[in-house]
């Protein structure tokens, strides 16, 4: 199992983000995390295509971690696949039925790019569990979704325990993924936890963003030795 970190663009600075993600590239991450809002499934409005087609020139060896955080997500597949996406990542809550989300999930595999799928955080962890053998990314929210820079809710790590032996007893191949409130004074427990694909954004971009995400980065590689 790898150990990631996927700083999210959300916290960054849209005016530098040529000089931004070359700094956490520097710092030794294969991911950026890109939250796509739509103003109806959340509040808050963020990007869309075209920011992450801009974004491709500055991040073209790094894995476009895509998060939706909008409404029927299976109309607007292929325009992320287009645009640069490799994992796509959509909400159970987002789709109206079952049906739905095998079909979400299996049109974005169709494109040849990989599957992940996303659970608010009062919704049961369980939920996910059909999809198992479907997907490659369970991402569990820590914060309620659709805005940056929130406080992580303790609850979360029983979540992530949960998640993560809902995978082992699966026996499927699936990457544990946790997004909201990540900070230097945590990670240690979300890791034990079980998560292994850590979304961070206020702590990677406020400040020397370099030198945030090699902390992260450090301590990831430290925890993967461990095992």
Same mark, same amino acid.
């Given at each position: 199992?790898?150990?990631?970190?996927?700083?999210?663009?959300?916290?960054?600075?849209?005016?530098?983000?040529?000089?931004?993600?070359?700094?956490?590239?520097?710092?030794?991450?294969?991911?950026?995390?890109?939250?796509?809002?739509?103003?109806?499934?959340?509040?808050?409005?963020?990007?869309?295509?075209?920011?992450?087609?801009?974004?491709?020139?500055?991040?073209?060896?790094?894995?476009?971690?895509?998060?939706?955080?909008?409404?029927?997500?299976?109309?607007?597949?292929?325009?992320?696949?287009?645009?640069?996406?490799?994992?796509?990542?959509?909400?159970?809550?987002?789709?109206?039925?079952? &049906?739905?989300? *095998?079909?979400? @999930?299996?049109?974005?595999?169709?494109?040849? !790019?990989? $599957? +992940?799928?996303?659970?608010?955080? %009062?919704?049961?962890?369980?939920?996910?569990?059909?999809?198992?053998?479907?997907?490659?990314?369970?991402?569990?929210?820590?914060?309620?979704?659709?805005?940056?820079?929130?406080?992580?809710?303790?609850?979360?790590?029983?979540?992530?325990?949960?998640?993560?032996?809902?995978?082992?007893?699966?026996?499927?191949?699936?990457?544990?993924?946790?997004?909201?409130?990540?900070? &230097?004074?945590? *990670?240690?427990? @979300?890791?034990?936890?079980?998560?292994?694909? !850590?979304? $961070? +954004?206020?702590?990677?971009?406020? %400040?020397?963003?370099?030198?945030?995400?090699?902390?992260?980065?450090?301590?990831?590689?430290?925890?993967?030795?461990?095992?």
């Amino acid at each position: 199992m790898e150990y990631i970190l996927s700083p999210s663009v959300l916290a960054a600075d849209f005016g530098r983000m040529e000089e931004q993600v070359n700094s956490v590239r520097e710092a030794g991450c294969k991911y950026l995390h890109l939250d796509v809002m739509d103003g109806v499934f959340v509040p808050s409005i963020s990007f869309g295509m075209p920011v992450i087609s801009s974004l491709r020139k500055y991040g073209k060896d790094l894995v476009f971690d895509v998060h939706l955080m909008i409404v029927h997500p299976k109309r607007y597949i292929k325009e992320f696949v287009d645009c640069g996406a490799d994992i796509i990542t959509f909400h159970l809550e987002a789709c109206d039925d079952e &049906e739905e989300i *095998f079909e979400t @999930i299996r049109l974005i595999k169709s494109f040849g !790019i990989e $599957a +992940g799928v996303t659970i608010k955080p %009062g919704t049961p962890v369980s939920a996910v569990k059909p999809f198992l053998p479907e997907i490659r990314q369970f991402l569990i929210m820590s914060v309620e979704p659709g805005f940056g820079g929130q406080s992580f809710m303790p609850e979360a790590y029983d979540r992530l325990r949960e998640a993560r032996k809902m995978i082992e007893d699966s026996g499927c191949s699936v990457d544990l993924e946790v997004d909201g409130g990540v900070k &230097e004074s945590n *990670f240690d427990a @979300i890791l034990e936890a079980g998560a292994n694909v !850590i979304v $961070a +954004g206020t702590a990677v971009f406020r %400040g020397n963003i370099e030198k945030n995400a090699s902390f992260f980065t450090k301590k990831l590689a430290i925890f993967s030795n461990k095992l």
